[in-house]
């Protein structure tokens, strides 16, 4: 044991802990013109961060480090509240009550995001004459911390007093959200554990190791940490260590704010961080497409995997879901996806890889998108014609997916290197924004994206203006994960999955731009669980469509008829392609999408292993979430959930072999 003298306080190093003298947990308080009460913290060192068992949730907690904090400064003992909010913003009394939470007075303030936060600590420091802030990140867990070392202040289980419906759920349960009801720290702060996500003053980012003082964050960033969890939150993310965050910008029902007075801390916030694979060494040169393969010669390749995971990372063992593909203006390819232990998992985040142009294997993943704590279902990728890369993602308020969804939007100009600021193009979370791949540009110059609609449907959101705006036309197309294109009148014609039609997918048509919708059977089987189809334009003018012939628990039960090279008809299972050539009338081009080697390739999907299957000429994947797009040279690109093939259109309309044409 080794005693020493720091800032004022005995502190006491024992192994495995940091203990701060009792005597030094100051009783000077003192009470604000709103009636806030403010605890001294006095200054300490503690060890930042956990080395929790599951590491594949809480990676971002490590490595611990030593942190000094130099300077003494005031918390309030509790969140702000309703009433004392609304001495600085009036108009907030529109928020009490949505979604069924804190409509008291001296319940915990909700539905403000952290720049409203932000700016009501500079009204309030004008106020008092004295500088109010918010914590920053380092400042927040010493303080909640107050000397201790375990999961919680109150040790390694959090008591029943301060559980508030601590499950995460699609749709939060109210709860009473009064402040100071639960047993202070040391320091004689209340509601650290839970009650509502507090804003901190700094953006998010990966730690760095060694010893610090009085750390600040990054100087950049897409998401503002949030600490200490919240009602409707499961307990392990309302421990001491926990890392979360959201975009600045973001306001819920799960995130509120408590004040700090003290000047700030004298560091410089942190600028560099390791860049991500996908965005290294990319050329910012246009590609020359004009060295096309022949598009009357039938071209065919892969599959490969486009997913390759480095040991070291983080998300090495998470499950892949839900791609996106686009093909850049350098030729180069980019495709994203889901990585995450659970579906209905916080930890699900966006990883990436690029496929560079002239290249035949994927760079190592890394990770794309990710706001800590919070569900990000699911990816979308669109480039424009004048190069313009844009990535739309849905962003739960929390963990699950559907109802609670927000919808984000980023912009590349230099083939996805680096990016714009995420923002908010859908801030109300609510059941129309778990974005789904296929976004594309009208003949008129409108991007659509589609979002499943939940439950059940897909909507769509339209801008008119290069991204700036967006609105929600309203109605409902019958299927989720459905493909959309435009029609050479104008109509869109969409295909989704579930909602069935006579035992058959469902076709939607729309004339007024996705106001409403009229419903047919289309000629294809259903779309089960684990598939998801595709539908695009491609450049030669017929509409591509890409599913499969069965249910993934059933691959071979009932297949689709094809004909071989011989003009025979056969039935084949699995992946497969339709081409239409007179708007979705008929569809008289079918394909299987296989090699048809006999060689075994490994499917991937959310709810399963990784899976074999033989690619034969009758056997194809029978699993898996598609996503298309097709380059300047004619050759289509399609994934799945692991596995990349790419042909052209002359080899879809033929019956010869499938190998042998790259």
């Known amino acids: 044991m080794k005693t020493t003298w720091m800032y004022g306080l005995t502190i006491i190093f024992v192994p495995g802990m940091i203990i701060i003298n009792t005597a030094a947990f100051s009783q000077d308080r003192s009470i604000n013109s709103l009636g806030m009460e403010m605890v001294r913290i006095e200054p300490g060192i503690y060890e930042r961060g956990s080395d929790v068992s599951n590491e594949i949730l809480f990676f971002d907690e490590r490595p611990v480090h030593t942190v000094n904090i130099t300077q003494p400064f005031y918390m309030s003992s509790t969140p ?63 303080a909640a911390r107050a000397g201790t070392t375990t999961e919680f202040f109150t040790g390694d289980e959090l008591p029943e007093a301060f559980h508030r ?93 408590r004040v700090v007075k003290g000047e700030m801390p004298e560091n410089q916030p942190l600028t560099e961080r ?40 983080p998300y090495n063992n998470f499950m892949s879901h839900c791609p996106a593909l686009t093909i850049l203006d350098n030729g180069d390819l980019l495709a994203v996806w889901h990585a995450m232990n659970s579906e209905r998992g916080r930890e699900l985040a966006i990883v990436g890889a ?57 912009k590349s100009t230099d083939n996805g290197a680096t990016w714009s600021k995420a923002q ?41 203006d290069d991204g700036e705006t967006w609105t929600d036309p309203g ?36 004339s007024d731009m996705g106001k409403t919708w009229a419903y047919t059977a289309s000629p294809f089987p259903p779309t089960g669980s684990g598939q998801r189809p595709v539908l695009i334009r491609l450049n030669e003018g017929p509409i591509l469509y890409a599913s499969f012939t069965d249910d993934r628990n059933e691959p071979r039960e009932k297949g689709l008829k094809f004909k071989d090279e011989n003009g025979n008809e056969y039935r084949g299972y699995g992946l497969f392609t339709a081409l239409s050539y007179d708007e979705g009338e008929t569809w008289p081009v079918r394909k299987l999408v296989t090699p048809a080697d006999g060689e075994e390739y490994f499917a991937r999907h959310i709810g399963g292993p990784t899976a074999p299957f033989k690619a034969t000429y009758d ?9 298309a797009s097709q380059a300047p040279d004619g050759i289509i690109h399609l994934i799945s959930s ?3 093939y790419k042909f052209n259109l002359r080899w879809l309309e033929s019956s010869l072999p499938m190998k042998g044409y790259e």
Not at 278 to 307: L, M, R, T
Not at 430 to 438: E, F, K, L
Not at 493 to 510: K, T, V
């Open 165 to 257: 419906h601590q499950v995460d759920e699609t749709r939060p349960v109210p709860v009473p959200l009064h402040v100071g009801q639960t047993p202070a720290n040391l320091w004689g702060l209340h509601d650290m554990h839970g009650l509502v996500e507090e804003w901190t003053l700094d953006w998010y980012g990966p730690y760095v190791e060694g010893f610090q003082i009085d750390p600040v964050g990054y100087k950049d960033g897409d998401s503002k940490v949030t600490r200490g969890g919240s009602h409707n939150t499961a307990l392990r993310y309302l421990r001491s260590a926990n890392r979360m965050g959201t975009l600045a910008e973001n306001k819920h029902w799960l995130i509120g704010f």
């Open 424 to 464: 908010l193009i859908g801030p109300e979370h609510h059941s129309r924004h778990q974005v789904i791949d296929g976004a594309f540009k009208t003949s008129d110059g409108a991007i659509i994206v589609t979002a499943d609609s939940n439950p059940g449907g897909t909507a769509l959101h339209i801008s008119r």
């Open 354 to 410: 690029r496929l560079r142009a002239g290249e035949k294997e994927w760079d190592t993943a890394s990770e794309f998108f990710r706001i800590p704590g919070r569900n990000l279902h699911g990816p979308d990728l669109f480039t424009d014609s004048d190069g313009t890369l844009y990535h739309f993602n849905g962003l739960s308020a929390s963990a699950e997916i559907h109802h609670i969804l927000g919808m984000v939007m980023r």
């Open 475 to 510: 109605g409902t197309i019958k299927g989720i994960h459905a493909g959309v294109v435009e029609l050479d009148d104008g109509r869109l014609m969409a295909i989704g999955r579930g909602q069935n039609i006579d035992g058959r997918s469902p076709m939607s048509i729309s």
């Open 80 to 142: 702000v509240t309703n009433a004392q909010y609304e001495k600085f913003d009036p108009g907030h009394k529109k928020y009490r009550g949505e979604w069924g939470f804190s409509k008291e007075d001296d319940e915990a303030v909700l539905f403000v995001n952290w720049e409203e936060a932000a700016a009501f600590t500079e009204w309030l420091s004008e106020k008092e004459g004295e500088t109010y802030r918010l914590a920053t990140e380092a400042e927040w867990e010493y």
């Open 619 to 627: 056997n194809a994947e029978y699993q898996g979430y598609l996503a």
């Open 642 to 644: 692991r596995l990349h």
């Open 274 to 313: 390791k860049p991500p694979v996908w965005s290294q060494n990319v050329s910012p040169d246009s590609y020359d497409w004009s060295k096309q393969p022949d598009p009357e010669i039938p071209h065919f390749a892969g599959p490969v995997s486009y997913i390759n995971m480095p040991e070291e990372a």
